[in-house]
């Protein structure tokens, strides 16, 4: 048999350890084509290799990633590194880092990366790496990466980037109008918004704040010229950005708002109509009327007005305003009505008052006077004649009229006149013979006179005009001639007398020297005939 030789050879993926098997016993069994059989031993031992050490956590797979939080305090441990020797059973191995950030200190037969640095996410890089390197006690290592990210804690408040923030804003803005903007930031969201929620601190009746855009927005009608805004016009609230709905972070800051006063208000003037009455003498430069108006509008420049006349009926020359932007009416123009120049003239005059904003829109108000121009009682009422002579015969009966005085005044217009018989036409148990129509003037007899009693009356006749304040009189003189009726018959006496005569009585011979006596009102005695109208002879 020739000889044979063999190879014993190591297998692709043999998986030999020292540390786990030193030695391999290798039964080998030979057999010819005849049959025959024959085997050997053959033993292997496997010679000691220092190995480098072997990681027992995930860097054996390749990069560990950790999330760490920020803000946690120095020493805290990142990752503890877990590592063998597989030469030796007392795994006397050390660990070292490549970073500052970060030391590693034993734990047993572990390495534990400990933070050198409370982190700031804010502040550091969000993400660093750590190369760990793991020797055993001849030199051979291992290193692996640990790359750490830093969590960001919610740990800043939200900061706005005005310090104090004033807003002016007109008044009467329309609601939900924007008259401005906050915006803060926060610095745990790399300086962005989109997080923050804005609202107002305190309850406000006049603003509110758009939660996500900080816009300030109009809420209320404000009014500059009433209620709290027309003593104090600065309007100052507190807004406040938060980063959590619920237990966040908050910020606030103080918002002042100015209100500004626009020309809103026309001019009001109060009454809108005066009826007024002046004298005829009124003089020139006299003051007849201020119109009073006011503008609620409170800042000066919007509660200023101009005022302008504006003539009516005739008006023209008479009244004019007391100066520029007066709105009082002075007496420019003659009023008294005897001057021949106003003798057609009206007396009620209609002028409007124009009250006009001197800022825009220049809204108006109209104040309309009425002034009536009284007549006035300047002169003596006269009568035509100085004095009246009137004859009436005496059989005139009640209510005769006897004749008419006239008096006239020169006031204008021509005022009524009264009059009254002050003096005269007392007779015969009557208080007055005479009557006189208060209107006309006609004197009228209210008794029959008698011619016999009174011949002639001397009457005082007056005549006073209408001023209720300082009655203006006249008076003149009226003479009333009685003339005479014979209405009267002679009286005589004695009414009866007894005569005795001598039959032998001469013709012409006075009978006891009777004379008989007779009177006539009506008539002198030389004016009397004498006759027997009957008679006869007594025989005795």
Known sequence: ???????????????????????YNLLIFVKDNKGNTDFQTLTVLLVDVNEPPRFLDNLANGAVYIDFPENSAVGTMIYEVQATDPDKDDDVLTYSVNSSLVIVNRSGKNGAILATKSFDYEKDQHSFSVIVTVKDATGNSITGIIVVNLININDNW?????????????EEKPLNSVIGKVTAYDPDEDGTAVSLIYFMSTPNQYFTINSVTGELIVSAIIDRDNGPFRNAPTHEFEVAAKDHPFQGHTASMIIIVNIIDVNDNQPFCFPHMHSIQIPETTEKGTTIVTISCKDNDVELANNQFTASLQPGLAAGGKFALNGKNSTTIVVTGDLDFEAVSNLEDYKIYMMSVVVTDITPPHYQDTVTVYITVTAVSEFQPSFVQVSYTFNVPEFSGIGTKIGQVFAEDEDFPSPELTYSLVAGGNTLGYNQLFWI?????????????????????????????????????????VTVNILPTNDEPPACQPKFYSLAILDDTAVGT???DFQLSCTDRDSPPQSFRYFIASGCCLTC
């Not at 020739?2 to 098997?21: A, M």
């Not at 939200?158 to 007109?170: G, R």
């Not at 209107?439 to 005009?465: K, M, N, R, W």
């Open 1 to 23: 048999m020739r000889g044979l030789q063999l190879e014993v050879t190591v297998s692709q993926n043999p998986g030999l350890d020292y540390e786990t098997q030193s030695t």
């Open 158 to 170: 939200p900061v706005f980037k005005q310090n104090k923030t004033i807003f002016d804003v007109l």
């Open 437 to 477: 129509n208060p209107t006309s003037g006609e004197i009228h007899l209210v008794a029959q006179p008698d011619y016999e009693a009174t011949a002639q009356y001397l009457l005082t006749v007056q005549a006073v005009d209408l001023d209720s304040d300082v009655p203006k009189a006249a008076t003149t003189t």
């Open 510 to 512: 006075n009978v006891q």
